[in-house]
């Protein structure tokens, strides 16, 4: 049974730095690409970071400069670094694990951390 566990959410005030974690068991980690969506109250769910099995990054235009995705494979957990925040980066940061860049939708998905940025 795969299972995906964020953790590292919290608040923090704006200009600051929060590290997420995402700790996956019952899948061949390796295998799958490796994102972090999030979602403010009122919007639609969005990809904020993705990583793919070889290292490659993908990242939303919002976030570009400021967050690092990156993974450990032996760990079976992948990260997310967020520096710089803003009050705009307020949401709740879901894990997600799919075979393909393009099947977020059709992986599995972590429970959500609450990051709250204040002003």
């Known amino acids: 049974q795969v299972q995906l566990v964020e953790s590292g959410g919290g608040l923090v005030q704006a200009g600051g730095s929060l590290r997420l974690s995402c700790a996956a068991s019952?899948?061949?980690?390796?295998?799958?690409?490796m994102g972090w969506f999030r979602q403010a109250p009122g919007k639609q769910r969005e990809l904020v970071a993705a990583i793919g099995s070889g290292g490659s990054t993908n990242y939303a235009d919002s976030v570009k400069g400021r967050f690092t995705i990156s993974r450990d494979n032996a760990k079976n957990t992948v990260y997310l670094q967020m520096n710089s925040l803003t009050p705009e980066d307020t949401a709740v940061y879901y894990c997600n694990a799919a075979l393909t860049w393009n099947s977020p939708a059709l992986g599995y998905w972590g429970q959500g951390t609450q990051v709250t940025v204040s002003s």
């Open positions: 019952g899948m061949t980690f390796s295998l799958y690409v």
